[in-house]
């Protein structure tokens, strides 16, 4: 029996449905529309307007990205470089939380699109704590991409922020979920929630390593290793995924490209647990939302909810 290993990536990758309203038979109903950056085809990705704009447009949960600030704020960026997006050069942690919220963080958008924005409407970088005084009872997905951030320090940001319920607001640690593509910031969320007595706790995904590996093994080799109890666990990965895999043999090893694609030999062996929540990432066009929907995922992340809006209207 041949053991696959998940090794060099080929394609980056950038999550979902609220946890309070999903439960073991969820995947039995349309998965649910999470916006992606709050719906980066839409409006300026990870902005308070994105945010509203995708809400408006029927979006049941949001995607957002996280950095933390030169004074360990947490603020809503995707790019290692602010120009990339923005008026501003560097790097989030170069700057203070309230500098960042000066950024225009809609120049390369406005650009891409040819808009010419109001110039009395600011829309700048936002903080976490913002974010969900904003948008008090949203359900959020909180993807760590913080290039720079020691796991530790970001950890307890995220919980001081989380733990700093406003209100007027739903309770942030039951409607939010943590996402990372590096296993140093959950394994700290992880100390962070072993230390902590107090409950809710810090929620996160599984790990995208274990996530992955476990679907190239099911997929290439048919085997199905995944824990068959019924705690709460949520998975995310690409409806189809290109890698690099090796494969290990007696005299060495052969290297090959493959497309990951979910399949109901996958879902089935993931449901092994009646509480797993299985969200796709990459889910804009009609042809893999319909895909989705017949392998019963909980959640699809979307670029643009504004399209999904009409995609399941034209479908009703």
């Not at 939380?97 to 924005?117: E, F, G, M, R, W």
């Not at 296993?183 to 809710?200: F, G, V």
């Not at 493959?258 to 089935?268: C, T």
């Not at 009609?286 to 504004?306: H, T």
Request: glycine content about 4%; charged content about 25%.
């Amino acid at each position: 029996m041949r053991n696959y290993i998940m090794a060099t990536l080929l394609l980056s990758a950038t999550f979902i449905t609220n946890a309070n309203s999903v439960n073991s038979s969820t995947h039995l109903n349309p998965p649910q529309i999470i916006a992606h950056r709050g719906g980066t085809a839409d409006a300026p990705e990870n902005t308070i307007p994105a945010i509203k704009k995708a809400l408006d447009n029927g979006a049941d949960a949001i995607w957002i990205t996280l950095q933390l600030s030169k004074d360990n704020e947490l603020v809503l960026y995707r790019p290692s470089k602010l120009e990339e997006l923005t008026d501003m050069f560097g790097n989030v942690s170069d700057y203070s939380a309230k500098q960042l919220a000066q950024a225009n963080a809609s120049a390369d958008y406005n650009k891409k699109h040819n808009i010419h924005p109001n110039p009395k409407i600011h829309v700048g970088i936002p903080t976490l704590d913002e974010v969900l005084k904003t948008f008090p009872t949203t359900t959020f997905y909180l993807d760590i991409k913080s290039p720079d951030a020691p796991p530790a320090t970001l950890a307890q940001a995220l919980k001081t922020t989380l733990n700093a319920t406003t209100q007027g607001e739903k309770n942030r640690l039951s409607r939010t979920r943590v996402y990372s593509t590096d296993d140093n910031y959950l394994n700290a969320l992880d100390k962070i929630n072993q230390a902590s007595d107090s409950t809710p706790k810090i929620q996160r995904f599984e790990s995208r390593n274990v996530t992955r590996t476990q679907l190239a093994n099911i997929t290439m080799d048919h085997k199905c290793e995944l824990p068959a109890d019924d705690k709460e666990r949520w998975y995310g990965l690409e409806l189809h995924r290109k890698v690099e895999v090796v494969e290990k043999f007696t005299l060495g090893e052969g290297r090959s490209n493959a497309v990951l694609s979910w399949d109901k030999e996958a879902v089935d062996c993931f449901r092994k647990n009646k509480n797993a929540h299985i969200i796709f990432f990459g889910i804009n066009t009609p042809e893999d939302y319909k895909k989705a929907k017949e392998l019963g995922a909980n959640g699809v992340m979307v670029d643009s909810p504004a399209l999904f809006k009409k995609i399941i209207n034209d479908n009703k």
